[in-house]
């Protein structure tokens, strides 16, 4: 069997090993009920098709690092700031992070 058609295989069946285990956690959950009693057929339809995309898959597998780095940001931000003159702002921004942390800011605006 050709090389990419294997790996296309693997990636399909490790896909579908995830769909079945967060709809067996929806099921266990009791979510997939609530849902079913508040909403039409169609709206489960197109929920699943919603959590079956690939980007969404993508985004559960990337949670995780999604979850912690929210918690480093919300601890960041609680802590107390002291004004600075422009010039020591612009002394800050050689530092190699404080710049990265900069790009990485503006390319989220």
Known sequence: M????QDTMLM????????????????ESGLLNM???ASDPEAIRRLIQILVNPSTMKLF????????QSGDISKTLSEPVEPI???A??????DKDVSRGL???LAIL
């Open 61 to 68: 597998d990337n949670i995780d690092v999604l979850l912690n």
């Open 103 to 105: 790009a990485r800011l």
């Open 2 to 5: 050709n090389k990419n058609i």
């Open 89 to 94: 702002f612009l002394m800050r921004l050689r």
């Open 85 to 87: 003159s422009l010039f």
């Open 12 to 27: 399909e069946e490790e896909l579908l090993d995830k769909i079945n285990q967060i709809l067996s956690n929806i099921t």
């Open 35 to 37: 849902l079913a009693a």
